[in-house]
């Protein structure tokens, strides 16, 4: 004969789950609030500080060793060349290597290798990078402190990142898109380009916005390539010295002069905004081709 289940047994057991589920529930909304409310906080601090010194000046000046007469510029043009550099470089490469490791290579022990070494290459500390920038484009090519160095360096340091991401997005593009351009009589090379990658462009600038965010936030890289922290002029090619924004907060942050506290919480304010605008084309482009696949 078939037993019966106890509906109380039933009725405890399922009390249980609830609970448990109303714990994790609140506990996820207590992070997430708690995150929230320090970014809220930290916004506003720097908001406060800095919306007074966001003046025309402010962006036509120079570094200053007085804090009313320090402007942003030198850095900001510097941040604009240095990702110059940095964005087509670490794409080609690393959209390049995602394509021949997902659709060239053969699955075998020394590509999963690679793999896996291309993997743990994100997880380097930026100095390491910084330091390899150092003796092979700085000493050995002899680019020195310029900004095609640093750009150069950068663009190793996000370079796993957006090969790993283009991995991925390669890898989710449907088979029934390749077997129908095959069909069709398109070659490989033909498949990738126009069947493949515009499939995988969403996901690849998914990768690349935070790879890119990561760019240009980073100083240690730079700091060890030669970039300077004071800079007076403009970079008139990618062989000139430089500094960004990030170091050029930095070294008004270090300052014991308060106003130079509001001064670099104006350039913070700066920097928001580029990786806003920045990321915002990235985001377009990938909305772009994401209705259209």
């Known amino acids: 004969m078939r037993q019966l289940v106890d509906p109380q047994i039933v009725a405890r057991k399922m009390g249980g789950r609830l609970l448990k589920n109303k714990f994790f529930k609140i506990l996820f909304l207590i992070a997430t609030s708690i995150s929230l409310i320090v970014l809220a906080i930290l916004i506003y601090r720097i908001f406060t500080q800095g919306i007074g010194y966001l003046t025309p000046e402010f962006f036509q000046n120079f570094p200053s060793r007085l804090a009313e007469r320090s402007g942003i510029k030198a850095a900001l043009v510097g941040s604009i060349w240095l990702m110059g550099v940095t964005i087509p470089v670490s794409l080609i490469l690393g959209v390049g290597t995602a394509i021949y490791l997902e659709e060239y290579a053969k699955k075998n022990k020394i590509n999963a290798i690679i793999q896996t070494n291309i ?149 913070i304010i700066v920097l928001f905004i580029f990786l806003i605008v920045m990321n915002s084309v990235a985001v377009a482009i990938r909305n772009k081709y994401s209705n259209r696949y």
């Open 119 to 267: 993997s743990n290459l994100a997880g380097v500390p930026s100095i390491v990078f910084g330091l390899l920038g150092l003796t092979v484009f700085v000493r050995f090519f002899g680019f020195e402190r310029s900004i095609l160095a640093g750009g150069l360096t950068m663009a190793l340091l996000i370079l796993p990142v957006i090969v790993v991401a283009s991995q991925e997005a390669i890898r989710s593009v449907p088979g029934h898109l390749r077997e129908a351009s095959y069909g069709m009589g398109a070659s490989k090379w033909q498949t990738i380009y126009r069947i493949v990658l515009p499939a995988a462009i969403p996901g690849i600038l998914t990768g690349s916005i935070l790879a890119f965010s990561r760019a240009i936030g980073e100083t240690a890289p730079l700091l060890v390539v030669g970039a300077f922290a004071f800079v007076n002029f403009l970079p008139e090619s990618v062989m000139s010295t430089f500094t960004v924004m990030p170091i050029q907060i930095y070294n008004w942050a270090s300052r014991p002069q308060a106003e130079f506290q509001d001064v670099a919480a104006a350039g």
